[in-house]
């Protein structure tokens, strides 16, 4: 008779379970960091512009009057559109991709996610010089 409750199946089983929940905590932060980073790419950056053109979004230069020029993004009225006009929702989207990376190539994230974490040092380096 085969018997599953035994000592030695509940130890793999709890190895298991214990390797997985530090696999997520190890690499949850990663992917926080990664997610952002990157929505912050595609929804803003000039780097992104060739994919935000593939989905219809343009870039017009704009002058305000004292002469200061900005990117001001176009977005077409479909799903894509107001998908990347809100950077809370583009978000949600990237952090599906980041998921699943975690799962199959997780080091991808890697360098977005220092990339995020210089951002915010010198974010917080330059508030605490200018102060």
């Known amino acids: ?6 000592l030695e199946n509940i130890k793999w089983f709890l ?4 390797f997985i929940t530090l696999w997520f905590a190890l690499w949850f932060p990663v992917a ?6 990157l929505t912050n790419i595609l ?3 000039g780097i992104a512009k060739p994919i935000r053109r593939l989905f219809g979004i343009k ?10 020029k900005e990117t001001k993004f176009v977005y077409p009225d479909n799903f894509f559109g107001k ?4 950077f809370w929702c583009l978000s949600v989207w990237v952090s599906i991709g980041t998921t699943i990376l975690v799962l ?11 990339s995020a974490v210089a951002i915010i040092i010198e974010i917080i380096s330059d508030r605490i010089v200018s102060t």
């Open 83 to 86: 998908l990347w006009s809100c």
């Open 32 to 37: 926080c960091l990664a997610a952002w980073r």
């Open 104 to 114: 199959v190539f997780p080091f991808i994230l890697l360098p977005f996610a220092i």
């Open 15 to 18: 190895l298991v379970v214990i």
């Open 59 to 68: 870039d017009v230069l704009v002058e305000d009057e004292d002469g200061n």
């Open 43 to 45: 929804h803003w950056e």
């Open 1 to 6: 008779m085969l018997n599953f409750v035994d």
